[in-house]
């Protein structure tokens, strides 16, 4: 167990619909990172948050984003879903040079 | 621009037999390097990493990787294998000054030990 969290584990919708998807850090850590794993992409960088505050974006798109609050937890808001936006997504919180993952979230879009 | 390369999208080796999963990289600076393993249905668990001094790192579970920066490789070793090792394996990079810290990862292997 790494200590990061992800809820839910799972989620099915439509298309054309939104999620919410949550992360809670290990404790004491305050970066969370977004990644989404797909059979054609792999696993992608999509957004950092440090602090609460945006640090880096990577392939995320505009339909997708995100936010981290006061307590530390993130969420992942994805919009306009497509079948595409299927994937496992995961979060992970960085202590010094190491990040740790939470167990994911596995979309299906329909 | 950081960029990993896993050659073998999967390596078969019988159990007790030593393994290697391959993994080479390319980063602007001086890289970090990790591995980290997905058992079906999971998330990525960390083995191991290298970010400075001995070339040869150990890691969890018996695992152990070598730096080769003249390779640009960081090949993830392990000298008796298991049929639980039977799992996919990512290799990651991160350009040392890189702020945000964020990973590239490799496209995975699967491992699969028979017994």
């Not at chain 2, 050659?7 to 007790?16: F, R, T, Y």
């Not at chain 2, 191991?48 to 960081?74: C, H, M, P, R, W």
């Not at chain 2, 990651?92 to 964020?102: E, S």
Request: net charge neutral.
């Amino acid at each position: 167990d790494s200590g990061v969290t992800q809820t839910p584990k799972h989620l099915i919708t439509a298309t054309g619909q939104r999620v919410t998807l949550r992360c809670s850090p290990r404790s004491g850590d305050l970066s969370v990172y977004w990644y989404q794993q797909s059979l054609d992409q792999g696993l992608q960088f999509l957004i950092q948050y440090y602090n609460g505050e945006e640090r880096a974006k990577g392939n995320i798109l505009e339909r997708f984003s995100a936010q981290q609050f006061p307590d530390l937890h993130s969420e992942l808001n994805l919009s306009s879903l497509e079948l595409g936006d299927s994937a496992l997504y995961f979060c992970a919180s960085r202590d010094r040079d190491t990040q740790y993952f939470g167990p994911g979230t596995r979309l299906t879009v329909l | 621009a950081q960029s990993v390369a896993q050659p073998e999208d999967q390596v078969n080796v019988a159990e007790g037999n030593p393994l290697t999963v391959k993994c080479t990289y390319s980063v602007s600076g001086n890289p970090y390097l990790f591995w980290y393993v997905q058992y079906p249905n999971r998330g990525l668990q960390f083995l191991l990493k290298y970010i400075t001094g001995d070339n040869l790192v150990k890691g969890s579970y018996g695992f152990e990787a070598e730096f080769n920066k003249s390779q640009t490789s960081f090949h993830l070793k392990k000298p008796s294998a298991l049929v639980s090792d039977s799992a996919l394996y990512f290799c990651a990079v991160r350009d040392k000054d890189n702020a945000g810290n964020m990973l590239t990862f490799g496209g995975g292997t699967r491992l699969m030990v028979k017994p």
